[in-house]
């Protein structure tokens, strides 16, 4: 077994999901579009086309569970278009997460214990804005680099290992996932890209989601989350 396996199994555990993806990734190409025309003079329409957008990331993180849905709304457009075009042109990844992370349910928050800023919705909204560069970062791909480095990348010793642990142990281990770490967990990405189907640090992050839903599935009767 390979990450091209990975790969597959992503865009094949759950259609309505890939379809949802692939929706998402047409919608932010359309953005993209817009803030090279506009700048930082964005009209109406433009406006509205990236709040919808970040709205459309939040329920695709979330994989529309009620619960985890309704912050992105409360940003304003302009605050959204302003975090979304400081990510494009952020001259480093640090500048380009902590952007995104302005947002309400992006990061904007610090977790009441550790101080610290959750990363994880911030890095979603990257990953539609910069695929070339950009994975998200959870604790299912973070656990999943832990087993791929034991095993030194050979996938099928690194999913014996993964199956071995538990899920909810290794989601609590991984629960705070902060902008510095989230950049490191990238820079793993990066160091796998090769050529077609990896030449996106988007490709190599879904085929190591993929092959944690092999090691740790989603029960049959829920959606798949992303968390």
Do not use: H
């Not at 091209?4 to 759950?14: A, E, I, P, V």
């Not at 259609?15 to 190409?29: H, I, M, P, Q, Y």
């Not at 994880?120 to 832990?146: C, H, N, Q, S, Y």
């Not at 990348?153 to 989601?171: F, G, I, P, S, T």
């Amino acid at each position: 077994m390979t990450l091209l396996d990975g790969l597959n199994y992503f865009k094949q555990y759950s259609d309505s999901d890939w379809k949802f993806t692939l929706k998402v990734e047409s919608s932010a190409n359309e953005v993209l579009k817009l803030i090279s025309l506009y700048g930082n003079q964005p009209n109406a329409s433009a406006l509205a086309a990236a709040q919808l957008l970040l709205i459309d990331i939040e329920k695709w993180k979330a994989m529309c569970l009620e619960d985890r849905i309704g912050n992105a709304e409360q940003n304003s457009q302009r605050d959204v278009w302003n975090a979304f075009r400081d990510a494009l042109i952020a001259s480093n990844d640090l500048d380009a997460i902590l952007s995104i992370m302005r947002l309400k349910g992006f990061g904007s928050s610090r977790d009441e214990e550790s101080g610290q800023r959750r990363a994880k919705v911030a890095t979603a909204a990257l990953r539609f804005l910069k695929p070339e560069e950009w994975g998200v970062v959870d604790w299912r791909t973070i656990a999943m680099l832990r087993f791929l480095r034991k095993a030194k990348w050979n996938v099928d010793q690194a999913l014996m290992l993964a199956k071995k642990e538990k899920a909810a142990d290794l989601r609590s281990l991984f629960s705070i996932v902060n902008e510095e770490a989230a950049c490191e967990v990238n820079r793993e990405y990066r160091a796998k890209r090769a050529a077609e189907p990896f030449s996106r640090t988007v490709d190599v992050e879904m085929a190591i989601f993929g092959l944690s839903v092999m090691a740790w599935p989603f029960p049959r009767s829920s959606v798949a989350p992303k968390p």
